[in-house]
T-cell receptor, first 119, second 108 residues
């Protein structure tokens, strides 16, 4: 159990367009989902924490108007990169924490990631 | 704030060698500690975790012990295999502060 999927696995888009990435917990409910960005040969940087039914909490330096996060259900969160530019090209990874007794547990389960290339 | 410092890589070993990847942390309180592994072309997978001091996490022959006195969570394996080649990340807390990652390559 504890499988997280992401779609698409890779996407290429033109500068100025918007791209939506989906993150789904397939076999468990996730009150909290997280979005990370990973640059080549570097660690993951937390972008935002997403709680079902409420606004996401963004990390310092992350533009909330550029990276729109929606967590509409206990199994789905989406990240939309608006007006994408080449510097937004990166590997975007989501994760989800199980819900137990109404609370998030501390173990995160990661999706396989989405490679975004902006031309 | 919380931080994690990992042994710099890359690390290259021969099959059946002993592996240690060092991880130290600074944090308020006593957060859970994790090791995640990222195989080539794949997402991160939880390798093991420990939730309190002196806990030992273990999985697939890997072990790490939560040492409060030295604020460390070093990853060890007695005999590595080629299939262990991956990037290993140490992390702490419920919001996951990650270390820099250590690239491990195991040669036959």
């Amino acid at each position: 159990g504890a499988v997280v999927s992401q779609h698409p696995s890779w996407v290429i888009c033109k500068s100025g367009t918007s791209v939506k990435i989906e993150c789904r917990s397939l076999d468990f409910q996730a009150t909290t989902m997280f979005w990370y960005r990973q640059f080549p040969k570097q660690s993951l940087m937390l972008m935002a924490t997403s709680n079902e039914g409420s606004k996401a909490t963004y990390e310092q330096g992350v533009e909330k108007d550029k990276f729109l996060i929606n967590h509409a259900s206990l199994t789905l969160s989406t990240l939309t990169v608006t007006s994408a530019h080449p510097e937004d090209s990166s590997f975007y990874i989501c994760s989800a924490s199980r819900t137990s007794g109404g609370y998030s547990t501390d173990t995160q389960y990661f999706g396989p990631g989405t490679r975004l290339t902006v031309l | 704030g919380d931080s994690v410092t990992q042994m710099e890589g890359p690390v290259t070993l021969s099959e059946e060698a002993f592996l240690t990847i060092n991880c130290t942390y600074t944090a308020t309180g006593y957060p859970s500690l994790f090791w995640y592994v990222q195989y080539p072309g794949e997402g991160l997978q939880l390798l093991l975790k420990a939730t309190k001091a002196d806990d030992k996490g273990s999985n697939k022959g890997f072990e790490a012990t939560y040492r409060k006195e030295t604020t460390s969570f070093h990853l060890e394996k007695g005999s590595v295999q080629v299939s262990d080649s991956a990037v290993y990340f140490c992390a702490l807390g419920s919001r996951l502060t990650f270390g820099e990652g250590t690239q491990l390559t195991v040669n036959p």
